[in-house]
């Protein structure tokens, strides 16, 4: 059974950066279709970017273009989101989700219903 694991979240200040990780147990990430999506306090799940099995094609909603970037590494089972210039806008819990196969990179990356496994989330807390 694959499970997903998220780490990196932290506490920054306005502008500053962290990097989140993602990996699995029991299964590997290289044929899995992923995102990462974060829930802020009060707000319904958003997917924030997304990336396709071999990590050729990457997404990213408005609010984050430019500021962070999502990349794999098949040799090392990771997914990572490089967040820069966070606001407390980034505030929240981030998680990252695996889709069976490809496809869900196609068709609507962004909704949650399409991924298959889910990590427990990593805190992401920006604030002066």
């Known amino acids: 059974q694959l499970q997903v694991v998220e780490s990196g979240g932290g506490s920054v200040q306005p502008g500053g950066s962290l990097r989140l990780s993602c990996t699995s147990t029991?299964?590997?990430?290289?044929?899995?279709?992923a995102a990462w999506f974060r829930q802020a306090p009060g707000k319904e799940r958003e997917g924030v970017s997304c990336?396709?099995?071999?990590?050729?094609?990457?997404e990213y909603i408005e609010a984050v273009k430019g500021r962070f970037t999502v990349s794999r590494d098949h040799a090392k089972n990771m997914i990572w989101l490089q967040m820069n210039n966070l606001g407390p806008e980034d505030t929240g819990v981030y998680y990252c989700?695996?889709?069976?196969?490809?496809?869900?990179?196609?068709?609507?990356?962004?909704?949650?219903?399409?991924?298959?496994?889910w990590g427990q989330g990593t805190q992401v807390t920006v604030s002066a």
């Open positions: 990336i396709n099995a071999p990590g050729g094609s990457t």
């Open positions: 989700a695996l889709a069976e196969g490809d496809h869900a990179h196609y068709s609507g990356c962004y909704r949650p219903d399409k991924y298959n496994y």
């Open positions: 029991g299964r590997r990430l290289e044929y899995h279709a």
